[in-house]
């Protein structure tokens, strides 16, 4: 199972040296590095174990104005392998580094005492102790990278510690945060980094987040060594052709497309080691990424207002910082609505996912929570929403239907985007533009008897156009065939229309054409009356306009 471990411990203690011996590799790399004799970067080494087990290890600085490096190499390790100088003891930087550790919820791991050779057997006997208590229930390994001393000890304590991991998920969506990003000759652009989920081969396309970057894997390496494919848990360099340099940094994460959202909140259940008052702005380590954030307090949650974006995913944890250690927490939701509610942040520790969703939201959306696929919601389309919102939906489209005009029994749809997946889960039917229940048709009921007057008016004007002012019951008879608007609030009888329609198709094709004037003489009526028609019978396509006659359209004469 591919592991990485990752060092912690004070400045000077030994953690370098350790991690020489045991690998033998340099792990400090930059120059200044080795001029002043300290990590100031991390450094990563291939850890082998006496049963051929390979671990991954990540050496990071001690000194305390690098803790911010010592975190970005700490958020992707399974095992910590905390150093202790025999002749000091704990100092600060192994209390912030430990501290560390306990918040981003690494439980296993090894203490190693180092430069046993160097002190006196009473000294090692009280660190020892000391280290015991530090780190309850750790192995205590005393070491020397001079002599070489516990070094078979510490590497077999290392592996019956990484026996109790949980192996990360190889099925989840591939994550990769990146810590290191350069170019080499006639490889281009690499970037290295610890895969926290899923896996990476050669040709895959993944995006690069937060800048939004599609980029193809050309090339993948654990620990220099060429592999097909790489998995979760793994120290990995990936060689991404077509990226300049600049386009990628520390911080940047690889993702499988689609899998996670860069959010520019989290919500987070809230651990602290020193007092945070509520709206402090504070440094926030996520993955090897740190952003510059506010802290709003919900009882013992938070929500962080980030100033740039994090791809984060439920479970994962966090270390806020301010010169400082002040504490750290697991994300709750990634990409939560912007809020303050303490119940919300409880029905999220719970697992009580589905209690967020009540109206429609994409499931997709929800697939950072895990909450999509719950019995408890339902489905409809690419939505998920609550059965008591379908409920309340269905009762409410119900009960506007039952008071909608009876000449027109139907009501618009809702115009969200979600109508036409969940419309036939609320009881009705779609007919054009409006919704309606199954079978309802409009009736006249009370307004018969305006129906029959308007019909009688009608007939009596002929062609002669008339005023209608309800509107309600015009379009109903419209809709029956009883009479045809035409422009400015006007209709005439459907009879007279028809009668209309035949002087003009006659005429058109007698003559080829007709005009405004001669439409007057054939109806016998004024100059409005005939504009007001052959206006709707270019709106029916009958006719179309050209210049100042009409002509038939090419489907008026085929019929």
């Given amino acids: 199972m591919p592991l990485t471990v990752g060092t912690a411990g004070h400045i000077d203690h030994g953690k370098t040296w350790l991690v020489r011996a045991l690998t033998g590799k340099d792990t400090d790399r930059l120059p200044e590095e080795r001029d002043r004799g300290i990590s100031i970067d991390l450094g990563y080494a291939p850890l082998e174990l006496a049963d051929g087990r390979r671990l991954s290890l ?7 104005r690098f803790v911010r490096n010592m975190v970005a190499g700490a958020t992707g390790i399974d095992l910590f392998l905390l150093v202790i100088d025999a002749g000091e003891g704990a100092r600060p930087q192994t209390h912030e580094h430990l501290a560390v550790i306990r918040l981003l919820g690494i439980e296993h791991g ?4 180092t430069k046993a050779d160097a002190v006196e057997p009473e000294l ?74 899923g896996s990476i081969g050669e040709g895959d396309v993944l995006r690069a987040e937060p800048q939004g970057l599609d980029v193809r894997v050309r090339s993948v390496q654990v620990h220099d060594t060429p592999v097909e494919r790489a998995q979760a848990g793994q120290r990995v360099a990936v060689a991404l052709p077509g990226v300049e340099r600049r386009q990628v940094a520390r911080g940047d994460v690889l993702l499988e497309p689609g899998a996670y959202r860069p959010s520019y909140r989290l919500d987070i259940t809230l651990e602290e080691v020193a007092e945070i008052p509520d709206g402090m ?19 013992r949650f938070a929500q962080l207002r980030l100033a740039s974006p994090a791809v984060a995913a439920r479970g994962d944890r966090i270390i806020l910082r301010e010169r400082t250690t002040l504490g750290g927490g697991g994300v709750l939701d990634p990409n939560p609505p912007r809020h303050s509610d303490e119940q919300r942040f409880e029905l999220l520790e719970r697992g009580d ?33 609550s059965a008591a919102w379908l409920e309340e939906t269905r009762a409410d489209i119900h009960s506007r239907l039952a008071a909608a005009d009876p000449l027109d029994p139907g009501i618009p749809p809702p115009p969200e985007p979600w109508a036409r997946d ?62 045809v608007r035409l422009g400015d609030g006007l209709a005439v009888g459907t009879q007279a229309y028809e009668e209309a329609k035949r002087l003009v198709l006659e005429e058109c094709e007698r003559e080829g054409s ?37 002509v038939l359209r090419r489907r008026a004469k085929s019929g």
Wanted: proline share 3%.
């Fill in 124 to 197: 090692l006997d009280l660190v020892v102790e000391e280290a015991r208590e530090l780190v309850s229930g750790a192995p205590v390994v005393v070491t020397s990278s001079k002599t070489g001393q516990g070094l078979d000890e510490l590497r077999a304590a290392l592996g019956e510690v990484a026996d109790r991991v949980e192996q990360r998920s190889a099925d989840s969506p591939t994550r990769l945060f990146v810590d290191r990003a350069f170019t080499l000759r006639g490889i281009g652009t690499v970037v290295t980094g610890t895969l926290w989920s």
């Fill in 58 to 64: 990540v050496d990071v600085p001690g000194h305390e």
């Fill in 353 to 385: 996912l589905a209690a967020l969703v009540h109206s429609p939201v994409r499931a997709d959306s929800l697939r950072h929570l895990g909450a999509a696929e719950r019995d408890n919601l339902i489905r409809a389309g690419g939505w998920v929403f």
């Fill in 514 to 550: 007709i005009t405004l004037a001669r439409l007057r003489d054939l109806i016998g009526g004024g100059r409005k009356q005939a504009q007001l028609l052959l206006e709707r019978l270019d709106a029916d396509g009958l006719t179309r306009r050209v210049g100042d006659e009409r």
């Fill in 281 to 299: 702005r504070l440094h926030v380590h996520h993955g090897t990424a740190e952003h510059y954030a506010r802290l709003v307090r919900a009882g």
């Fill in 422 to 483: 969940i419309l036939p889960l609320l009881g009705v039917e779609r007919r054009g533009a409006r919704v309606y229940l199954p079978g309802a048709e409009g009736s006249l009921g009370e307004r018969a008897e305006a129906a029959q007057a308007l019909e009688a008016e009608l007939e009596a004007s002929g062609f002669t156009a008339v005023k209608v002012l309800d509107k309600e019951l015009t379009s109903y008879l419209e809709r029956a065939g009883r009479l």
């Fill in 110 to 113: 090894v203490v190693a005492v």
